[in-house]
């Protein structure tokens, strides 16, 4: 029998859970739609406790944790197949600045070795370069980086969740932050990011193709995802002249959209904007004082967080 819907604190309690597990199932999944799909789950077996079941729960927080940990893992089994099956590059979805509250227990000042780029997991945990590392993992290592990495907890209540032993656990985070640290071969601070990032957007909407190909790594790679309802490069392109090409020939096919400097949960991106509508959100990885990766999402479905912008013209 679903039991009553909880009143007084310990349903309040829970109530003000959403919004972080929805940014812990964000990380886990890459998509808004189906973190919030994944929290609703865990709402409904909340609710279907008894009342005595309830009460039973001393901390109703890591409760949701855990189930909301459980289903998202259950989702990333079968999400491989649903990604095979899409058409073109599939990329998670980049979100607004805000989107999410911040990150309550962050490692940050608990784990971190010092080293710059521990920071640099932390500080980018919603960002597309980590999403996409993240997206090359088993279930079990993402949601086990996930919730020692990002949100502290401890390996043996993950172990719980995974359904491995506390040192296999251990392992999985081990594994996974080694991915994530091989991304980027040196640390870069905000202020560098966003001179690199700034320098990409005017010369797109310069039309210079010489200075763009200058803010490109010689190795670069671009992908794009448009979900098969928008048009997007099939392949990634790879190589500073060619990605450099590819961005003016798109913006030229398109006079009306314009690139328009916007933060994301993940840093500084670009939002490509048309009558004040946003039709794409640029990423970038930036490694140095160069760009490595570029993320370019088209899909409509994935930018439904993006309000209207206005654009000024030069």
């Known amino acids: 029998m679903v039991g009553r819907e909880p009143t007084g604190p310990r349903g309040e309690e829970a109530h003000t859970e959403r919004r ?8 886990m999944l890459g998509t808004v ?30 409760w949701l944790t855990r189930v909301t940990s459980r289903v998202c893992l259950d989702v990333l089994g079968s999400a491989r197949v649903r990604r095979e099956q899409y058409v073109g590059p599939w990329l998670p979805e980049p979100v607004p600045e805000g989107t999410f509250p911040g990150i309550a227990g962050s490692t940050l000042g ?30 079990a290592e993402r949601v086990a980086f996930v919730l020692h990495d990002v949100f502290a907890m401890p390996y043996a209540e993950i172990a719980e969740v995974v359904g491995r032993s506390t040192d296999a656990t251990r392992q ?23 001179r690199v990032v700034t320098a990409f957007t005017e010369a797109c909407r310069m039309g210079n193709l010489e200075a763009l190909v200058a803010s490109l790594d010689p190795t670069v790679t671009l992908r794009s995802d448009g979900g098969g309802v928008v048009r997007a490069a099939l392949n ?7 990605v450099a090409r590819f961005l003016l020939g798109v913006l030229a096919k398109q006079p009306d959209v314009r690139p328009v ?7 500084p991106g670009i939002a490509l904007v048309r009558d004040g509508a946003v039709t794409g959100v ?20 994935k930018l439904t967080r993006w309000p209207g912008l206005r654009t000024s013209h030069p």
């Open 20 to 27: 972080r597990l929805v940014g812990l199932a964000y990380r």
């Open 282 to 301: 640029v990423n970038l990885l930036v490694d140095g004082d160069r760009i490595t990766r570029v993320w370019i999402q088209w899909n409509p479905a």
């Open 236 to 242: 990634p392109i790879t190589g500073a002249s060619k």
């Open 110 to 139: 608990q784990h971190a070795s010092g080293d710059p780029l521990d920071r640099v997991v932390v500080d980018g945990s919603v960002s597309t370069a980590l999403l996409v590392v993240l997206e090359s993992m088993t279930p």
């Open 33 to 62: 739609g189906e973190a919030e799909d994944a929290v609703q789950e865990s709402y409904l077996r909340w609710y279907r406790l008894s009342d005595v079941e309830r009460a039973a729960v001393t901390n109703p927080a890591g």
């Open 172 to 194: 999985l985070a081990s594994s996974a932050r080694r991915r994530v640290r091989a991304q980027r071969r040196r640390p870069v601070d905000q202020a560098a990011h966003t």
């Open 261 to 267: 400097p916007r933060l994301t949960e993940g840093g």
